[in-house]
């Protein structure tokens, strides 16, 4: 089984930047594709990005790109999420996911490609 822990939230000013982190534990050799998510209240959760665990091929959100980076740490077991020039409307809670099968195979941005999930962690942007 993989397991998911994220960290690095917390409350930030506009125009601020955090970094999240997501640590896989586990069977984590199961993993092909890492993802992010956000959701806000009762929406539905919000696809950030993709990165692929094998390769370094990354997919974005096009309304994100540019503010949001995806990184894999050497050893793949941590994806971290880079958020700079924060907006109010960033606030949310972000998750972790993870798929057992390749980004590039089925709909990446839908949450049901990805099997496992974290807990989650609280970003909030104020002005």
């Known amino acids: 089984q993989v397991h998911l822990m994220e960290s690095g939230g917390g409350s930030v000013q506009v125009g601020g930047s955090l970094r999240l982190s997501c640590a896989a534990s586990g069977a984590t050799d199961r993993r092909k594709c890492m993802a992010w998510f956000r959701q806000t209240g009762g929406k539905a959760r919000e696809w950030i990005g993709s990165i692929s665990v094998s390769n370094p091929q990354i997919y974005y959100d096009s309304n994100l790109e540019g503010r949001f980076t995806m990184t894999l740490d050497n050893a793949k077991t941590t994806v971290f999420l880079q958020m700079d020039s924060l907006k109010p409307e960033d606030t949310a809670m972000y998750y972790c996911?993870?798929?057992?099968?390749?980004?590039?195979?089925?709909?990446?941005?839908?949450?049901?490609?990805?099997?496992?999930w974290g807990r989650g962690t609280q970003v909030t942007v104020s002005s």
């Open positions: 996911a993870a798929a057992f099968s390749e980004c590039f195979l089925g709909s990446r941005d839908v949450e049901a490609k990805y099997a496992i």
